[in-house]
């Protein structure tokens, strides 16, 4: 049978390349299904997104640590601090361009953002779906809704707020200070006694990141099947240490200016 398909399109084949007019489809063999969509099948499930969003989580860490700690050479004066950021400028020098580093790392930072907040919103969706009726009454639902809230509105606001602060410290256009001045002066120019509101709505950010941080390493141990096990209890203590050092680490900067501590 599949040696007289083989045979019919072979002719076919050969028909076709004689005669253009007349197209004639030849039988097609069942294919086997490509390797190549295997990621995207495995993305489309539910525990692809989750690790997606896992893994975009942990880089999205590992970068507020590195930053939270970084920023924290303020504390040692200007010129340590202007030193730590012209240094991220030049990581890699002389084997690759000035800033190219950087530049990848801002890439991949923005394609983290982006996978991590596309699969919450398509597993926020899929959910909504599984469940079209909404449980009654149920001893969890108030917990789960002020996770719910936190890690949505929590997120937005973090991404609003990422927007504003690449805006103020990083291209200096709502910064008292040009975009070509030192960073530390962009700091302590930001944070200024006078801008106290400024320092108010980092503050509110940064506690916003660190509620974000602790429900997602929650429900991440959740997804990993830690829920319920007695070590989870020690990670539960593990993602609220890890919250609470990130958020004192990054309001301590602007805080310290505005108590007038960095000048
Ligand atoms: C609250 C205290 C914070 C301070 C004082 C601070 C300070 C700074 C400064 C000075 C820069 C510019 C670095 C440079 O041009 O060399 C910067 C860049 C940046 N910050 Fe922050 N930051 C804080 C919190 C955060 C938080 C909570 C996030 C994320 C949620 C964040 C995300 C970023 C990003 C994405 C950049 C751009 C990195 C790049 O140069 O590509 N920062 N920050």
Do not use: C
Not at 163 to 191: C, M, Q, R
Not at 230 to 253: E, P
């Amino acid at each position: 049978m599949s040696w007289t398909y083989q045979k019919i399109g072979h002719m076919f084949r050969n028909v076709s390349s004689v005669s253009r007019s007349t197209p004639v489809a030849a039988p097609r063999r069942p294919q086997a299904p490509s390797t190549a969509a295997l990621p995207r099948r495995l993305y489309r499930s539910s525990v692809g997104k989750k690790a997606v969003m896992a893994v975009t989580g942990g880089i999205l860490v590992l970068f507020l640590v590195g930053h939270m700690l970084g920023n924290l050479k303020v504390f040692l004066g200007r010129a340590d601090f202007d030193h730590y950021a012209h240094w991220l400028r030049t990581i890699g020098e002389p084997a690759l361009p000035h800033r190219v580093f950087l530049t990848i790392m801002e890439a991949v930072l923005t394609v983290a953002v982006i996978l991590h907040m596309w699969s919450a919103v398509s597993l926020a969706r899929r959910a909504r779906q599984a469940r079209p009726v909404r449980y009654a009454v149920r001893p969890k639902a108030q917990e789960h809704r002020y996770a719910t809230h936190v890690m949505r509105y929590g997120g937005i606001i973090i991404l609003l707020f990422v927007i504003w602060h690449l805006l103020d410290l990083t291209f200096g256009v709502v910064n008292p200070k040009s975009g070509g001045a030192e960073p530390y002066d962009k700091v302590v120019a930001d944070f200024d006694p006078s801008r106290w509101y400024i320092t108010v709505f980092y503050v509110i950010a940064v506690v916003m990141v660190g509620l974000h941080l602790k429900h997602g390493l929650w429900s991440a141990f959740q997804t990993l099947g830690w829920g319920r096990q007695r070590r989870y209890r020690g990670l539960h203590l593990f993602a609220d240490v890890v919250a609470a050092l990130l958020v004192i680490g990054f309001v301590a900067v602007p805080v310290m200016v505005t108590i007038g501590v960095v000048k």
